[in-house]
């Protein structure tokens, strides 16, 4: 307790305090402006789709499914954006089995969960359908039996780069199988000629075609909407990997130079 020389208490004075100034806020990226806008397009586009398959699209006759056809306008963009997955999980496990780079590791990490997220939906979709043309959920058909295990092997990846470690051996592995699943696409696309089956053949080469103008703007609205939506996924997906590879990194240095003790 302070006090003065004749003893008598003197309150303390308190310190001038001068205001910190606050730090300048951090602007965004432009390409977070670019994500944002990409997201509503797609928005946009999907709500369009809809609107223009139960508006303006006929319906297929009993026999084709009735009502339940109109998922073929999902079912089949979405197979398309399963092998863009596939397709980038093999250029980025490829790149990265020549030369390792964080870079190429996000690459091929993102192809393979798309690949997984739209191979479900295709798998979900033609069941559906299948249910209501044919009476039966799965008859083994030859192009949905071997997508499954297409995605199996996807879906292998995926987990094994969650679950099994984030060394350099098993990033080669995954990069290894990577490349090895995407053997398996044209199996899948070529199917139907190779092997027959009930899966119908309608765009492709000797299909019977779709007739009404309506129904191909309809699938082209579908592409574009899968395709804009796979993009997103694999955009968000490479900077939430590319984000912490950086931290990851950053922990590294500060552990080697001493700054903080390894957790």
Request: aromatic share 12%; proline share 5%; with cysteine.
């Amino acid at each position: 307790m302070a006090t003065d020389s004749e003893g008598v208490y003197k309150p303390p004075t308190a310190l001038p305090t001068q205001a910190q100034p606050l730090p300048p806020a951090t602007k965004a990226s432009p390409w977070s402006h670019v994500f944002s806008g990409l997201c509503v397009v797609t928005l946009g586009v999907f709500l369009y789709l809809i609107y223009f398959i139960f508006n303006r699209t006929p319906d297929a006759q009993a026999a084709a499914g009735g009502l339940a056809q109109k998922i073929f306008y999902f079912h089949v963009p979405a197979a398309y954006a399963m092998y863009l997955g596939g397709v980038a999980c093999f250029l980025g496990s490829a790149a990265y089995l020549m030369r390792a780079t964080d870079a190429r590791n996000a690459w091929a990490r993102a192809g393979a969960e798309t690949a997984v997220v739209f191979g479900m939906l295709v798998l979900v979709s033609g069941p559906l359908w299948a249910k209501k043309a044919w009476g039966v959920y799965w008859t083994w058909d030859p192009r949905l039996t071997t997508l499954m295990l297409s995605v199996l092997i996807y879906l292998a990846i995926a987990v094994l780069r969650a679950f099994g470690g984030d060394g350099e051996a098993e990033r080669k592995f995954a990069a290894a199988l990577g490349v090895l699943g995407t053997v398996t696409l044209p199996i899948v696309h070529y199917a139907v000629r190779k092997w027959g089956g009930n899966h119908p053949t309608v765009i492709t080469k000797g299909g019977g075609g779709l007739g009404d103008p309506a129904m191909y703007q309809a699938l082209g609205i579908g592409f574009l909407a899968m395709t804009l939506l796979w993009i997103l996924l694999l955009w968000m997906r490479i900077a939430v990997e590319t984000s912490e590879a950086r931290a990851r990194h950053a922990e590294e240095r500060l552990i080697t130079s001493g700054h903080i003790d390894e957790l």
